[in-house]
T-cell receptor
Framework: QKEVEQDPGPLSVPEGAIVSLNCTYS??????FMWYRQYSRKGPELLMY????GNKEDGRFTAQVDKSSKYISLFIRDSQPSDSATYLC?????????FGTGTRLQVFP | DTGVSQDPRHKITKRGQNVTFRCDPI?????LYWYRQTLGQGPEFLTY????????KSRLLSDRFSAERPKGSFSTLEIQRTEQGDSAMYLC???????????FGSGTRLTVV
């Protein structure tokens, strides 16, 4: 079993839709949780980070962590074509990030 | 200093040749990481440095791979006797405080022919 599981997609939605991206993880010791966005042939860009369980909101993005079920979510409101990218969840294993495979999101006009 | 810089952006090499990549982290960041990413996969951890000390190496890092970070500044990743399976994007990241995440460079795309 991989430490971090993520549906690779692709997930295709119309502009303006609410998008839900999810990850599960196996290591209960994870405390920090990051979401990265990666455009084709570019490096990952940090979107959001959260500590322990709870919600964090930043503009159109909301990150949610449920440590009891080892479940991480990223919600994107009013999705735009410019949100089309791969979204990577990455718990922090004390001294390094462990990445999921990434979910490819396509937002069509 | 606007971010993590990696050089070169692209490298095409013949199988069996040696290649070296360079990473310049954000200047105040004391931790530097190397990751490898293949198509359709998330980045996989290779190794990391705290200042000049290499603290951990992944099992993925065979004897043909070596990384250095002299004086705790820039880092190099060398691959000796390249194989076609080494073709991937090599990403460098740095951080000063994990609470604020890791900043990645744009990567070096290696193609072994």
């Amino acid at each position: 079993q991989k430490e971090v599981e993520q549906d690779p997609g692709p997930l295709s939605v119309p502009e303006g839709a609410i998008v839900s991206l999810n990850c599960t993880y196996s290591n209960s010791a994870f405390q920090y949780f990051m979401w990265y966005r990666q455009y084709s042939r570019k490096g990952p860009e940090l979107l959001m980070y959260t500590y322990s369980s709870g919600n964090k909101e930043d503009g159109r993005f909301t990150a949610q962590v449920d440590k009891s079920s080892k479940y991480i979510s990223l919600f994107i409101r009013d999705s735009q074509p410019s949100d089309s990218a791969t979204y990577l969840c990455a718990p922090d294993n004390t001294d390094k990030l462990i990445f999921g495979t990434g979910t490819r999101l396509q937002v069509f006009p | 200093d606007t971010g993590v810089s990696q050089d070169p952006r692209h490298k095409i090499t013949k199988r069996g040749q040696n290649v070296t990549f360079r990473c310049d982290p954000i200047s105040e960041h004391n931790r530097l990481y190397w990751y490898r990413q293949t198509l359709g996969q998330g980045p996989e951890f290779l190794t990391y440095f705290q200042n000049e000390a290499q603290l951990e190496k992944s099992r993925l890092l065979s004897d043909r791979f070596s990384a250095e970070r002299p004086k705790g500044s820039f880092s190099t990743l060398e691959i000796q006797r390249t194989e076609q399976g080494d073709s991937a994007m090599y990403l460098c990241a740095s951080t000063g405080d994990r609470n604020y995440g890791y900043t990645f460079g744009s990567g070096t795309r290696l193609t072994v022919v």
